[in-house]
């Protein structure tokens, strides 16, 4: 009987504290297949140890000879060191967010914006009829939602370094001792990719479904610029971070150095960083007839467009990069995600899903507002009123221009 | 940088969107250094066609407000003042009422150099 209580007490004890600290849970399924990683590795050395070598041979060849070599102990130490870090770092990375997702979703909720134009005084009663699509159904405790993604990858590295370290352990023990003859052929590196996969699903069911974003049914009161029916409008800006640049050309410059002294397969590591840090270190952000889109600077491509009909409303706000988004580039987040350049002005899109998708970017309430007015164009236009027709015609006007242009 | 065309209005539809980027340096929302969108960008996004739109760049351009250079598209000047994007604008206005009130382009400039020679309208 007493155990009985003990143990209600206990569940009822860590209920409230998932509901005061929803991070936790996911934090430790988060970081857990590190330390499991790390046991697998020291056991397989356990085992192994009387047959390894002195010296190690720990990188490999494209045909699969061994290049590089170090210490068994150095590289024990290397492989455990590498993976308790990296569980340090997703375990924060799931954490971080926590914080302020938690934050924002009490704020939301307080907030209490009505919906589709819908007078306060009705809203409440009106949205709460309309289920669950706009009610507020997130609980503040439940905000923590997903970092499902973020999961899935961590438990995908573990797998996959975990296997290349105790791969590169067992060929060293049969090559027996010859340091030279340990060969790990190529399709230990698929083996590795397979073993690194079947951990990601695992991570993926372990963490569980994503909880969207309380869901505020804002709408109606968000900003609206004045367009003339017959008129068409365009916004655009451009976005830069002087610190991504100058992460992304310090990176290029690390990879161009080193490759000619380290082989180009060392340098491709920071090459290929440098080149996805530089594409994310500029944008060009438009609002449209088409929706929002999102490219580099100069190019059409690669592009993100966020389609009217997916857009539910648009509004400016001020974002923490840090704090909201555990940092700078594409960032996602449990229910919302967007580029993130910088603190500071945001456009944020509420999408007709519930989740949010932001880009850091100057002027955004002017893109709101425009955005705002397109999608009640859009909305109004397939019932078939003069707005609809009229936004066709510009098309044809358009490619009719083009004769008279090109004579 | 908001650009507003109406394709029902009876100005051409490059002038429109000239007018519209040099509101945005006139309000200070673009700036000198600062890179307009491609031709073919701004034609997308408006549903026009791209000649249009450098039709309306190249507008800009003769009015000193912005440089065209192949390859690195259309960049507003250093000259390009939001005080000089202003004066162009009340330029137009000025032009646009003289046609109004029937004036001939000698007129105008005969106008405008009389204002030049001294004050109009102070006598």
Redesign the interface.
């Known amino acids: 009987m007493a155990g009985h209580w003990g143990i209600t007490a206990g569940q009822r004890g860590g209920e409230a504290d998932a509901s005061e600290r929803p991070g936790v849970r996911r934090v430790i399924v988060a970081a857990a297949p590190f330390p499991v990683a790390v046991a697998v590795v020291a056991t397989a050395y356990a085992r192994l140890a009387e047959r390894l070598p002195e010296t190690l041979a720990t990188h490999f060849r494209a045909d699969g000879h061994a290049d590089g070599f170090s210490s068994a102990g150095g590289f024990l130490a290397a492989g455990i060191g590498t993976l308790l870090v990296l569980g340090a770092l997703f375990g924060l990375v799931v954490l971080l967010p926590a914080a302020g997702r938690r934050t924002g979703a009490v704020r939301r909720t307080r907030e209490g914006r009505r919906t589709d134009g819908v007078p306060r005084v009705d809203a409440r009663p009106a949205f709460a009829a309309k289920g669950p699509a706009s009610a507020a159904k997130a609980r503040p405790g439940s905000a923590l939602g997903a970092a499902r993604a973020v999961i899935t990858v961590g438990y995908g590295v573990a797998g996959l370094v975990a296997y290349a370290f105790v791969a590169t352990l067992y060929v060293n023990a049969a090559a027996g001792g010859g340091r030279a003859a340990a060969a790990l052929p190529l399709s230990q590196l698929a083996a590795a990719f397979g073993t690194g996969v079947v951990a990601a699903a695992l991570g993926w069911l372990l963490a569980g479904k994503d909880t969207p974003l309380p869901d505020d049914g804002s709408g109606g009161d968000a900003p609206r610029?004045a367009?003339?029916d017959?008129?068409?409008?365009?916004?655009?800006?451009?976005i830069s971070s002087p610190v991504l640049y100058a992460l992304g050309l310090v990176l290029l410059a690390a990879g161009l150095v080193t490759g000619p002294v380290a082989g180009w397969s060392a340098a491709s590591g920071p090459i290929v960083g440098a080149l996805l840090v530089l594409a994310l270190a500029g944008l060009?952000v438009?609002a449209?007839?088409?929706g929002l889109t999102v490219?580099p600077?100069?190019l059409?491509y690669p592009r993100m467009r966020i389609p009217l009909e997916r857009i539910r409303e648009a509004d400016s706000r001020e974002i923490a990069a840090l704090r909201e988004f555990g940092g700078w580039g594409y960032r996602m987040r449990p229910g919302r995600s967007g580029f993130v350049l910088r603190s500071g002005e945001a456009l944020s899109l509420r999408l007709v899903s519930g989740k949010e998708f932001v880009v850091t970017v100057g002027?955004a309430a002017?893109a709101a507002a425009?955005l705002n007015t397109l999608v009640d164009r859009a909305d109004a236009g397939p019932k078939g009123t003069d707005t609809g027709p009229k936004g066709t015609?510009?098309?044809p006007?358009?490619?009719d221009?083009?004769p008279?242009?090109?004579a | 940088?908001?650009?507003?065309?109406?394709?029902?209005?009876a100005v051409p539809?490059g002038d429109q969107i000239a007018a519209s980027v040099r509101g945005a340096i006139a309000d200070g929302?673009v700036r000198a250094g600062?890179?307009l969108?491609?031709a073919?960008?701004?034609?997308?996004?408006?549903?026009?066609?791209?000649?249009?739109v450098?039709?309306g760049y190249q507008r800009l351009k003769d009015e000193g407000l912005i440089e065209l250079r192949r390859g690195r598209?259309a960049v507003v000047t250093g000259a390009a003042s939001p005080a000089l994007a202003r004066l162009t604008d009340t330029t137009a206005g000025l032009i646009a009422q003289a046609r109004a009130l029937g004036l001939s382009d000698d007129e105008i400039v005969t106008l405008v150099r009389t204002g030049l020679n001294g004050p109009l309208g102070a006598g």
């Open positions: 610029l367009l003339a017959s008129e068409v409008a365009g916004w655009s800006r451009t060009r438009a449209d007839r088409r490219t600077p100069l059409p002027d002017t425009l015609d510009i098309g006007k358009g490619t221009a083009e008279e242009g090109t | 940088m908001l650009v507003r065309i109406d394709p029902a209005s539809l929302s600062e890179r969108p491609a073919r960008t701004l034609a997308g996004s408006l549903g026009v066609n791209v000649h249009t450098l039709r598209g």
